[in-house]
């Protein structure tokens, strides 16, 4: 048992860049079996992120970390996190406070996963974003290619008026196709929040559920005060700071959710 988040570092991660849609960020990448693009939270890929990406290796993954923001390996401070989502913020490959907006760095992440998915088992891979990146991984769907798309507190568009708190960070054209994949295709979606995270609106999950159906499916945990979870009402990164090794917790229970939505999607897919 533990009272800290899983870390790692960058051991035995294979580095290269990888350039499209004219765009370049360094990758990193480990391991064997259905391919997984992991896209991390502010500040970057900080140990808590590379805990969780090994965790992904060990589960029979091949994963792909994309450095979008920040210093691969360098541990979380206040000072780096600020200076981390300032150069974010203003980066016209995110797009941070647009509404039905197309984001470039998504043609980015969608060439990145044919990449990968060309090199691993199976007809495709999962992808999963965090935080600042979580929106980009539905957004990535797009791409016939991604057939696990994972978002972990989805918070860009950042939640400034109704319109943004409802907003799903995809064109018009962008959130049709999707759409018509899960009605056509079986595409699956999952969400992760905590229920008092501010950063992710309710409203937002509540745009998808009407957008999506069943085909969305949700994990909301308890940070509401005297949670059972213990959560403060801060709560934000499911899948890395949140996550105590211990059985039953809850946060533990979502990241053993998302390895078992990337090995059903993605297993039957290579069978």
Same mark, same amino acid.
């Given at each position: %048992? ?36 992991? %896209? ?36 979380? +401070? ?28 998504? *043609? ?6 044919? *990449? ?13 974003? %965090? ?60 969400? %992760?929040?905590?229920?008092?995270? +501010? ?14 159906? *069943? ?57």
């Amino acid at each position: %048992m533990t009272d800290t988040a899983p870390a790692s570092d960058l051991t035995g991660w294979k580095h290269r860049s990888f350039t499209a849609a004219g765009i370049t960020h360094d990758c990193f990448e480990k391991g064997e079996g259905p391919g997984v693009v992991v %896209m991390p939270e502010i500040p970057g890929i900080h140990p808590e992120v590379l805990g969780f990406a090994d965790h992904l290796v060990d589960q029979g993954f091949t994963v792909v970390l994309v450095s979008l923001y920040g210093i691969p390996g360098k541990a979380v +401070s206040a000072g780096y996190s600020l200076s981390s989502i300032g150069k974010a913020c203003v980066s016209a490959e995110f797009r941070a406070f647009a509404t039905n907006a197309h984001r470039p760095v998504t *043609d980015y992440l969608r060439a990145v996963s044919r *990449d990968l998915a060309a090199r691993t088992p199976g007809k495709g891979v999962g992808v999963i974003g %965090m935080c600042f990146s979580g929106g980009f991984a539905l957004a990535a769907a797009v791409d016939d290619v991604v057939l696990a798309p994972v978002l972990s507190q989805p918070s860009v568009p950042f939640p400034i008026g109704e319109t943004r708190r409802r907003d799903l960070g995809l064109a018009p054209d962008e959130a049709a196709r999707i759409v018509q994949r899960t009605k056509d295709e079986g595409l699956c979606v999952l969400g %992760m929040r905590f229920s008092e995270d +501010s950063l992710v609106p309710p409203a937002r999950f509540a745009h998808l559920r009407e957008l999506l159906g *069943d085909a969305f499916e949700v994990i909301e945990l308890d940070s509401s005060p005297g949670n059972a979870g213990g959560f403060t009402k801060n709560a934000h990164s499911v899948v890395t700071g949140e996550v105590r090794d211990v059985p039953g917790h809850p946060a533990l229970g979502a990241r053993t959710r998302v390895v078992e939505f990337f090995r059903e999607r993605l297993t039957a897919a290579a069978e």
